[in-house]
């Protein structure tokens, strides 16, 4: 039989007691709460545009009476609550950016069961949840013997690569002891690894149709299809776990215009930096054969890296996560990430990245969000926050 390491049983414990009283404490400040989430949802945030989201954020936080309250050169959004003690810090960062951009409506209707709006699954609530923890700390009498940070990054998606957090950890001289990356959905989720991955983009441009001779330029679409049954033939490995994600696709403009531009979004990802590194050699030649074949303009652009890493499942900061979810009986689901926990892992700080709520359906339309769940998930956040305050999250 497994020996169980020391203190583990004082986790549950100290855990256990605590998960039911906080939920219910936090569901008294529902309105609080979705008054947080409309104030920080219903200002567009598309990635690079995120200051008068995070400046909301800030304002918020010095009516709130945190420290330090300001936003960096890259527009990241901070407030520190103080610890009684103060040698150590804990970061909590939500990404503020959303793919939509300014010119949708992001009012945000909000019933009983749900709440439905452009971004407020990823990551409108994660950025509300920030807002409305020291009012949490607050009602329940909390007082850490850290500082908490709470960051609201910028330049997190797509091409923004997280820039935001990387610039705060290449700049930032405060001691951070652990980190929790704060996501709307799903609730459940415990990412303790970052995949390793690269992310980009393939263009295809063919000659107007002034300009159009030679064979195969019937179409930009139909030399970007030649290019999707390439990549299609990469052998790509089932251990380590790999994969490549064809997320997104763009081109033409009329029924009847021939298409002289089409893009193509991917991302590579793998457990192995090896195995990215081959996927992205394969993408490589794929694109020169059928450029080879076309004539076509075809160009790859590389816009985001990451190396894989993270904390063992082992390490007390996933056995916290795991005990906080079971007593709430929600099943934990142990999915890798490729976004603020890799800058975390790259700086060498134990950190997860959890999730508040559920939904049953997100669409680039608009998103949608289950509103019980999230005081649960809030819930969840703040024992974590307690046990890693508590050192029962420490891997020493």
Request: some cysteine; aromatic content about 4%; overall charge negative.
């Given at each position: 039989?497994?020996?169980?390491?020391?203190?583990?049983?004082?986790?549950?414990?100290?855990?256990?007691?605590?998960?039911?009283?906080?939920?219910?404490?936090?569901?008294?400040?529902?309105?609080?709460?979705?008054?947080?989430?409309?104030?920080?949802?219903?200002?567009?945030?598309?990635?690079?545009?995120?200051?008068?989201?995070?400046?909301?954020?800030?304002?918020?936080?010095?009516?709130?009476?945190?420290?330090?309250?300001?936003?960096?050169?890259?527009?990241?959004?901070?407030?520190?609550?103080?610890?009684?003690?103060?040698?150590?810090?804990?970061?909590?960062?939500?990404?503020?950016?959303?793919?939509?951009?300014?010119?949708?409506?992001?009012?945000?209707?909000?019933?009983?069961?749900?709440?439905?709006?452009?971004?407020?699954?990823?990551?409108?609530?994660?950025?509300a949840a920030l807002a409305t923890l020291p009012d949490i700390f607050k009602l329940l009498d909390i007082k850490l013997k850290n500082?908490?940070?709470?960051?609201?990054?910028?330049?997190?998606?797509?091409?923004?690569?997280?820039?935001?957090?990387?610039?705060?950890?290449?700049?930032?001289?405060?001691?951070?002891?652990?980190?929790?990356?704060?996501?709307?959905?799903?609730?459940?989720?415990?990412?303790?690894?970052?995949m390793g991955m690269l992310r980009g983009e393939i263009v295809v441009k063919i000659p107007s149709e002034k300009e159009w001779s030679?064979?195969?330029?019937?179409?930009?679409?139909?030399?970007?299809?030649?290019?999707?049954?390439?990549?299609?033939?990469?052998?790509?490995?089932?251990?380590?776990?790999?994969?490549?994600?064809?997320?997104?696709?763009?081109?033409?403009?009329?029924?009847?215009?021939?298409?002289?531009?089409?893009?193509?979004?991917?991302?590579?990802?793998?457990?192995?930096?090896?195995?990215?590194?081959?996927?992205?050699?394969?993408?490589?030649?794929?694109?020169?054969?059928?450029?080879?074949?076309?004539?076509?303009?075809?160009?790859?652009?590389?816009?985001?890296?990451?190396?894989?890493?993270?904390?063992?499942?082992?390490?007390?900061?996933?056995?916290?996560?795991?005990?906080?979810?079971?007593?709430?009986?929600?099943?934990?689901?142990?999915?890798?990430?490729?976004?603020?926990?890799?800058?975390?892992?790259?700086?060498?700080?134990?950190?997860?990245?959890?999730?508040?709520?559920?939904?049953?359906?997100?669409?680039?339309?608009?998103?949608?969000?289950?509103?019980?769940?999230?005081?649960?998930?809030?819930?969840?956040?703040?024992?974590?926050?307690l046990a890693i305050d508590g050192g029962y999250a420490d891997e020493h």
């Amino acid at each position: 039989m497994t020996k169980r390491k020391k203190g583990a049983k004082n986790i549950e414990k100290y855990i256990s007691s605590r998960i039911p009283e906080l939920t219910e404490a936090i569901r008294s400040i529902r309105e609080t709460l979705l008054a947080n989430l409309i104030l920080i949802g219903e200002i567009p945030a598309e990635t690079f545009h995120e200051e008068r989201r995070n400046q909301a954020l800030i304002n918020r936080f010095s009516e709130l009476g945190l420290l330090n309250t300001s936003i960096d050169e890259k527009y990241n959004g901070f407030g520190i609550l103080p610890g009684t003690q103060g040698d150590q810090n804990i970061l909590l960062v939500a990404h503020s950016d959303t793919v939509y951009s300014e010119k949708r409506d992001h009012a945000l209707s909000i019933s009983p069961q749900e709440i439905v709006g452009p971004g407020v699954a990823d990551n409108s609530l994660g950025v509300a949840a920030l807002a409305t923890l020291p009012d949490i700390f607050k009602l329940l009498d909390i007082k850490l013997k850290n500082n908490l940070i709470l960051m609201s990054s910028a330049s997190s998606l797509g091409r923004g690569n997280i820039e935001g957090l990387k610039f705060f950890l290449e700049n930032n001289d405060l001691p951070i002891s652990a980190g929790l990356c704060v996501e709307g959905i799903e609730l459940g989720r415990v990412s303790h690894v970052s995949m390793g991955m690269l992310r980009g983009e393939i263009v295809v441009k063919i000659p107007s149709e002034k300009e159009w001779s030679g064979f195969g330029n019937e179409s930009a679409i139909m030399t970007l299809n030649e290019v999707i049954n390439k990549i299609n033939e990469i052998p790509v490995p089932r251990r380590p776990r790999s994969s490549i994600v064809l997320g997104r696709i763009e081109g033409g403009t009329e029924f009847n215009k021939k298409a002289i531009k089409a893009k193509l979004g991917f991302e590579v990802r793998s457990e192995s930096a090896e195995a990215v590194e081959e996927i992205g050699f394969l993408l490589e030649e794929a694109i020169a054969e059928v450029k080879s074949k076309t004539k076509d303009h075809i160009s790859l652009d590389i816009f985001a890296k990451r190396k894989p890493g993270g904390i063992p499942f082992t390490h007390p900061l996933v056995r916290s996560a795991r005990i906080i979810l079971e007593e709430l009986e929600v099943s934990p689901r142990y999915e890798p990430s490729t976004s603020e926990l890799a800058g975390l892992i790259d700086s060498g700080i134990p950190a997860l990245t959890i999730g508040l709520t559920n939904s049953t359906r997100m669409e680039l339309e608009t998103e949608q969000i289950e509103l019980e769940p999230v005081f649960g998930g809030l819930a969840q956040l703040v024992t974590l926050i307690l046990a890693i305050d508590g050192g029962y999250a420490d891997e020493h």
